[in-house]
């Protein structure tokens, strides 16, 4: 199983980004998907997840400005960045629960797939 998440760049403040997580091998759809990002100096925290069933979480830090969806069809999830601000420069992975159920989707020991992060930085 490998996951990719891809989209991030260098934006200035207030702008957006749509990262995508894509995969081979494993359907997206079925499964719980998260969303990670880690901060240079910093621990890895949950961003967004989207449920199997397709429940969507959110930080509180990301909330009203981030939206994570994901399209079937394409074996895709995407997590679209609106307002970004300086302090949501990091690295942004992808992640996947292959176990299913209930899950507590901000820790990062209930993914058991992740993928190679994509950098996004956000300058003022």
């Known amino acids: 199983v490998q996951l990719q998440a891809s989209g991030g760049g260098l934006v200035q403040t207030g702008d957006s980004l749509r990262l995508s997580c894509t995969s081979s091998?494993?359907?997206?759809?079925?499964?719980?998907i998260g969303w990670f990002r880690q901060a240079p100096g910093k621990e890895r925290e949950g961003v967004s997840s989207?449920?199997?069933?397709?429940?969507?979480y959110y930080a509180e830090s990301v909330k009203d400005r981030f939206t994570v969806s994901r399209d079937t069809s394409k074996n895709v999830v995407y997590l679209q960045m609106n307002s970004l601000k300086p302090e949501d420069t990091a690295v942004y992975y992808c992640?996947?629960?292959?176990?299913?159920?209930?899950?507590?989707?901000?820790?990062?020991?209930?993914?058991?797939?992740w993928g190679k992060g994509t950098l996004v930085t956000v300058s003022s």
């Open positions: 992640a996947a629960n292959s176990a299913g159920g209930p899950y507590l989707w901000g820790l990062f020991a209930e993914y058991d797939y």
């Open positions: 989207i449920s199997d069933a397709g429940r969507t």
């Open positions: 091998g494993f359907t997206l759809g079925s499964h719980h």
